[in-house]
């Protein structure tokens, strides 16, 4: 069975101060590894896919990189407007798993200014 | 961009009534739909999948008979929630892959009294 950890549940930053959120996972054959942003009340927002292991992709102040086993999303200098719900996903890459997504427990991510 | 329209954003229905919830690909077609669940802080749980054409298929534990699934077009699918109970209070989030991204809709709050 397909399983996605995140750590920490919560994260709580200062303004500037930059961190990271972890993604554990297992899967039966990775198709790709999803990060998305949720705002509260609002459906998830696609940020990245990761496709293999040493992929790392970019965006603003987001970074997200990928092992066999966990992917990280780092976040510098954060901004106040990065607090969000930040999701993980994973898509298997066969049987009765192919194209459905997995989801983690997400980090609450809250940045003080 | 690719975008997922659902509607409406929040309801109120009594215990015991249906509930629909709809789903439209904007500018593309989807021939697969996703439907999600989301309590209180937490992560989404795939309900079912459903394919233009063709009978849903639903995840374990997902009542069938309760949560209807219909995909008449290759630009809309719809979710009725029947004989809706206070338990079914949830926030409900459709998703569609153009081009092998996930798509998500902006989700339905559903608040059964």
């Known amino acids: 069975e397909d399983q996605v950890t995140q750590s920490p549940e919560a994260l709580r930053l200062q303004e500037g101060e930059s961190s990271s959120l972890n993604c554990s996972y297992t899967v039966s054959g990775l198709r790709g590894l999803f990060w998305y942003r949720q705002d509260p009340g609002k459906g998830p927002e696609f940020l990245f896919t990761?496709?293999?292991a040493g992929e790392e992709k970019e965006k603003e102040r987001l970074k997200a990189t990928l092992t066999k086993k966990e992917s990280f999303l780092h976040i510098t200098a954060p901004k106040p407007e990065d607090s969000a719900t930040y999701l993980c996903?994973?898509?298997?890459?066969?049987?009765?798993?192919?194209?459905?997504?997995?989801f983690g427990q997400g980090t609450i991510l809250t940045v003080h200014p | 961009g690719a975008v997922v329209s659902q509607h409406p954003s929040w309801v109120i229905c009594k215990s015991g009534t249906s509930v629909k919830i709809e789903c439209r690909s904007l500018d593309f077609q989807a021939t697969t739909m996703f439907w999600y669940r989301q309590f209180p802080k937490q992560s989404l749980m795939l309900m079912a999948t459903?394919?233009?054409?063709?009978?849903?298929?639903?995840e374990q534990g997902v009542e069938k008979d309760k949560f209807l699934i219909n995909h008449a077009s290759l630009t809309l699918s719809t979710l009725t929630v029947t004989s809706a109970h206070p338990e079914d209070s949830s926030f409900y989030i459709c998703s569609a892959s153009p081009r092998g991204g996930y798509t998500f809709g902006s989700g339905t709050r559903l608040t059964v009294v």
């Open positions: 996903a994973v898509q298997a890459g066969g049987g009765t798993s192919y194209g459905k997504l997995t």
């Open positions: 990761l496709y293999s």
């Open positions: 459903s394919n233009e054409g063709s009978k849903a298929t639903y």
